[in-house]
């Protein structure tokens, strides 16, 4: 049994179902058979009485007929009337033969005897009666009642009258000698609805259960299957393949799925390798740019230890008060400006300052070129933001600026002219520098675009901030919140737009 | 040189242009000493350099201090040696007179005098930075000794370098009854 079990496992789920629904087909058809037969065993018994029953009620009938025909013959002699009164007596004598086979009680074939001796007297009668009536045949319809052939016809009627209680009778003792019959019958009736009902009950509960055997067993592979699939995508265990015992389709399953597990492991330990060299690389290129971080803030810090701001500034204000002192306005000025771009070239690179602190320092600078280069050069810084507000990392404009002058402007014969441009359009911030110096070439253009894209830049062993580093920069604190726009013109100059995207 | 120095060099030299064209020619002198020590002071750091360059200098920033302070203090230089012949370490001299000198900045400064000395003997060169005047020196040199701690141009750094380059107990420092302050740097001749 053990064995057919494991056998019904492990054939597939659709030949499991087939089996399953043969079995259930068989065990209702055998019910079905069982009842079909238990029913026509009751309806043979039945039909049999029945036929009985449908005999004696046949010659009930035929007397009935018997007298209307014999009436006919009497007003009218009508020979059809006649030969069919013939045929229902010969009728009558077979049927009562038939009832007499039939009858099973002693009561009753007396009753059936007499009842024939009846009918033969009857059938005398009638003859009595035809015959007599054509003798005594007047040529009309009228009977008359003093005649002979009236007698007789009165006799036959009362005859057939007795024939007809006789069969009552014999219906009478029929339905006493078969009560235990109809009873049993009507048990029968009963046992075979009891049956019946108990049977549908049966194949009910058989259906259901199997439904819920099957389901659970289906859903059951399938809950194991889920489970397993489930556990492995836990990853807990590595290189883990799903083994399961069951039907033909969920061996199938299982070995697809672990061909698929196969292709997973084999793309998984593909990716892991990547993952982990990307993120080697990509902590190497962090260590770089931490070490390149470094080296940048001690290079500041040496420079601010080398130089010793306090001295510095402190120095350049006792200059600027004797250029005062001795009138020199514009040295004076130009003291200020100096040492106030010193002050703000000694911040930290690192540090972010208010865009206003930007153009300040700017504005300083600009200045010290134009008392350098006098009326060659002119310059103009409008802003439309509020500069409070918006921090930028330091020293952005300045390189841009330093780059514009001296590969732009420092070297032309016309009068050079830088305007820094500050505006806010739909959220972005756009910082432009333009030049009317000699332009740039493409060549020259592509290199200035890509320092900008770098997002990973060598300093050098000097502390100056070029063109790379504000890129950098600006990549590191804006992320892609900043683009950059470089257009020029030979001998017409080049616009430069940083587009901050404001958050 | 460092780029930024260049930038500032050359934004101070134009400054000084601007100066002259304004006769502002204090602030110009003033521009020029101070542009010519940044200079010194950038260009031989961490090396060896004649000491008559070094000298060179000092005149300049004593003289640079002449211009600060309004001439409220004398200045005197002398050399019986031969400093162009003679390497000392860079700023080692001036590590002391810088320090010293803007030590001096919210004193009085009466009566100040400094004196520059080099001189040979017996095998020697000693250099001698002689302070005399108020009588602050004993407070002024604690005081220089600790300013700009870990700096290049700081009195622990030229100490250094001097132990660095000719061993130790180069440098002697004499305070005489809080009106002098005397520094003696000896070079032993080879």
């Not at chain 1, 065993?41 to 029945?50: G, R, V």
């Not at chain 1, 807990?236 to 039907?247: Q, Y």
């Not at chain 1, 756009?430 to 890509?450: A, C, F, H, P, Q």
Request: aromatic share 10%; with cysteine; proline share 1%.
């Amino acid at each position: 049994m053990r064995r057919m079990i494991d056998l019904m496992k492990s054939v597939s789920i659709r030949v499991q179902l087939i089996f399953f629904s043969v079995l259930m087909s068989c065990m209702i058809g055998g019910i079905a058979f069982f009842v079909l037969h238990w029913n026509a065993k009751a309806l043979q018994n039945d039909s049999e009485y029945m036929n009985y029953i449908f005999k004696i009620n046949k010659l009930y009938q035929i007397q009935e007929e018997n007298g209307k025909y014999l009436y006919q013959v009497v007003k009218t002699l009508d020979e059809e009337a006649k030969m069919n009164l013939r045929q229902q007596i010969t009728e009558s004598y077979e049927l009562l033969k038939a009832v007499e086979l039939s009858s099973v009680s002693v009561d009753s074939n007396v009753r059936i005897r007499v009842t024939r001796y009846l009918l033969k007297r009857f059938e005398n009668h009638v003859e009595e009666v035809i015959w007599l009536r054509k003798f005594e045949d007047n040529g009309t319809d009228q009977v008359e009642a003093d005649s002979s052939y009236y007698v007789i016809y009165m006799e036959s009627l009362d005859i057939l009258s007795r024939i007809t209680t006789y069969l009552q009778e014999i219906l009478r003792l029929s339905v006493e000698e078969n009560r235990e019959f109809i009873e049993k019958a009507s048990q029968n009736n009963k046992r075979l609805k009891n049956l019946i009902i108990f049977f549908v009950c049966i194949v009910v509960v058989a259906s259901i259960s199997f439904c819920i055997f099957f389901s659970n067993y289906v859903t059951g592979l399938i809950k194991r299957i889920a489970s397993m699939t489930k556990k492995i995508a836990k990853g807990s265990e590595k290189h883990e393949i799903m083994s399961m015992a069951g039907p033909k389709e969920i061996q199938e399953l299982t070995s697809n799925f672990n061909q698929l597990l196969d292709t997973i492991y084999e793309l998984n330990g593909k990716a892991e390798e990547k993952v982990k060299l990307e993120l080697r690389l990509s902590e190497e290129k962090l260590e770089k740019m931490k070490v390149r971080e470094l080296l940048k803030e001690s290079q500041l810090q040496g420079l601010q230890t080398q130089i010793n701001p306090h001295f510095l500034f402190n120095t350049l204000n006792v200059i600027s008060m004797t250029a005062l002192l001795e009138n020199a306005d514009q040295a004076y000025a130009l003291m200020i400006a100096l040492s106030k771009f010193m002050r703000h070239y000694l911040k930290k690179v690192k540090s972010n300052v208010p865009l206003e602190e930007e153009l300040d320092m700017i504005s300083q600078y600009l200045y010290i070129l134009k008392a350098r280069m006098g009326e060659q050069f002119l310059y103009s810084i409008q802003c439309d933001v509020k500069t409070k507000e918006i921090k930028i990392p330091v020293f952005t404009l300045q390189p841009i600026v330093e780059n514009a002058f001296k590969h732009g402007i420092e070297d032309q014969v016309e009068q050079g002219r830088i305007d820094i441009r500050i505006k806010e359009r739909n959220r972005s911030l756009y910082l432009s520098i333009y030049d009317n110096g000699k332009g740039m070439t493409k060549e020259e253009i592509d290199s200035v675009r890509k320092k900008l894209r770098v997002h990973d830049v060598d300093f050098g062993d000097q502390a100056h901030i070029g063109i790379e580093n504000v890129g950098y920069r600006l990549n590191l604190v804006f992320e892609n919140r900043v683009k950059y726009y470089v257009r020029s013109s030979s001998r017409k100059g080049t616009i430069f737009t940083i587009q901050i995207i404001l958050e | 040189m460092e780029l930024w120095l260049g930038s500032l060099l050359k934004e101070l030299n134009s400054i000084s242009r601007m100066a002259i064209l304004e006769n502002a020619f204090e602030t110009e002198k003033m521009l020029r000493s101070y542009s010519k020590i940044l200079k010194y002071r950038w260009s031989h750091e961490g090396n060896i350099v004649i000491a008559s360059s070094e000298f060179e200098v000092i005149k300049t920033l004593c003289e640079f201090y002449q211009s600060k302070w309004h001439k409220t203090f004398h200045f005197e230089m002398s050399q019986s040696a031969d400093t162009k012949s003679l390497f000392i370490p860079h700023y080692g001299i001036m590590g002391y007179l810088s320090v010293i000198l803007e030590s001096l900045e919210n004193e009085t400064r009466d009566s100040l005098q400094v004196t520059v000395t080099a001189e040979g003997m017996e095998g020697h060169t000693v250099f001698g930075l002689l302070f005399t005047g108020g009588e602050y020196f004993e407070k002024i040199y604690s005081k220089a000794q600790k300013a700009k701690q870990g700096l290049y141009d700081s009195i622990p750094a030229a100490e250094e370098r001097w132990t660095k380059n000719f061993g130790e107990n180069r440098i002697q420092v004499k305070i005489q009854d809080k009106h002098h302050l005397e520094i003696l740097f000896t070079v032993t001749q080879s």
